[in-house]
């Protein structure tokens, strides 16, 4: 018996397309829904179109289905039909419903969960601002009057603005994609609305002979890993939360199949994106994990020096918060707290092979005395220094 008390497994008709990165996330969030115990017998819909009027009134008539999970519901087919039955419904979205939408006036159960797109293209330019300085921004969009598309570039453009940059978007026709680039002033700095289209922004990039990032920094939207990793060079992208968009749904339905919810109105839900997955088309100077063991070495090297972590930054030839924001995402840890770490280790080396006086020991490992030494050895390993050379 599932978790929740019911016996009989409920059917769900899941309508994705496994062709996508993102829908496929959306499938893995639902199946981990289900993981925790709910008793579901599930069935993927891939027909060609994935979901019809016809397919919804077959399964109206043969009581086929207790509940609906759909990734689109923007057909103009399938949207009376979707708006007419009585089986609950949930739709995994893009983008919040306009006023217009249909969906909206369905006084059948309901539940929305879609991208957080303002959220998006915020992040968007702050990762740009922990790349560095640019002395352009733009935005590349898909066409207009696609609503995510148009909320992540107002939001990109408004961020730029809010920070005293200006951001421009790209408005002409695919084939005078490269002259616009080549356009901005440089170094640029790039963000495209999905994936696909970024893949295209580089590519002009290359036949422009313009480098990426050297002279163009160039962010999607998805992590599409298959579209990132093989484009030139790698892509950075926005990561959304896809898989957690697939959980909430299969949860939202759930309540609705259950009569736990009776809300006579759609009832919406926003997921912010992750994080940015940094890749060599926004890196720097290098990529993260390789900048990170850079610095890692510096600090070996140097940190008994009194190496600072604005010092560390400018060898690295990168700002302090791209340098303290890459160091803590790879190692958990902040770059004062492995210099602080690396002193104590040289400290415990001369005080377990040589014959030096504690005050030596402080000055050549950059501690002011040693007092200060002792203290931070104490807390470090347990015992002061005197206890391990006895």
Not at 71 to 91: E, F, K, M, Q
Not at 342 to 347: G, I, P, T
Request: aromatic share 6%; charged share 25%.
């Amino acid at each position: 018996m599932a978790s929740n008390g019911r016996s009989e497994a409920r059917n769900v008709i899941v309508c994705v397309s496994l062709a996508h990165a993102a829908e496929r996330d959306f499938l893995s969030g639902v199946f981990r829904f289900l993981d925790e115990g709910h008793n579901w017998k599930v069935r993927i819909v891939q027909e060609h179109p994935p979901f019809s009027e016809k397919s919804l009134r077959e399964l109206e008539r043969r009581g086929g289905a207790d509940g609906i999970i759909i990734s689109d519901a923007y057909r103009g087919d399938l949207i009376p039909a979707l708006v007419d039955t009585a089986i609950p419904l949930a739709v995994v979205s893009g983008v919040a419903f306009q006023k217009t939408h249909p969906l909206i006036a369905r006084r059948k159960p309901t539940f929305v969960v879609h991208n957080d797109n303002t959220s998006i293209g915020r992040l968007g330019f702050r990762h740009f601002c922990d790349c560095g300085k640019f002395n352009s921004y733009g935005f590349v969009p898909t066409e207009r009057g696609v609503i995510w598309s148009d909320e992540r570039e107002e939001a990109f453009v408004r961020a730029a603005r809010s920070a005293g940059f200006r951001a421009k978007a790209f408005r002409k026709s695919a084939d005078a994609l490269g002259a616009w680039l080549a356009d901005l002033p440089k170094p640029a700095a790039v963000m495209v609305a999905y994936d696909e289209l970024a893949s295209d922004v580089l590519a002009a990039c290359e036949k422009e002979g313009l480098a990426v990032p050297r002279q163009v920094a160039v962010l999607g939207v998805d992590n599409d890993p298959l579209v990132c990793r093989s484009a030139t060079p790698p892509l950075s992208s926005v990561l959304p939360d896809h898989e957690g968009m697939g959980f909430l749904a299969a949860k939202g339905l759930d309540e609705l199949m259950s009569g736990k919810s009776r809300r006579s109105t759609p009832r919406h839900v926003t997921l912010a994106p992750h994080r940015v997955v940094q890749r060599e088309s926004t890196g720097t100077v290098a990529p993260a994990a390789t900048l990170v063991d850079r610095a890692k070495a510096i600090i070996s090297a140097e940190a008994v020096r009194g190496i600072t972590v604005e010092a560390l930054a400018q060898r690295l030839h990168v700002s302090r918060r791209l340098a303290e924001l890459r160091f803590r995402e790879i190692e958990g840890s902040t770059i004062s707290k492995a210099i602080a770490a690396r002193k104590l280790e040289v400290a415990l080396h001369l005080v377990k092979t040589t014959k030096y006086p504690l005050a030596r020991i402080a000055e050549e490992c950059g501690f002011s005395d040693a007092k200060h030494l002792t203290h931070r050895f104490s807390a470090r390993y347990g015992r002061p220094p005197r206890d391990f050379r006895k």
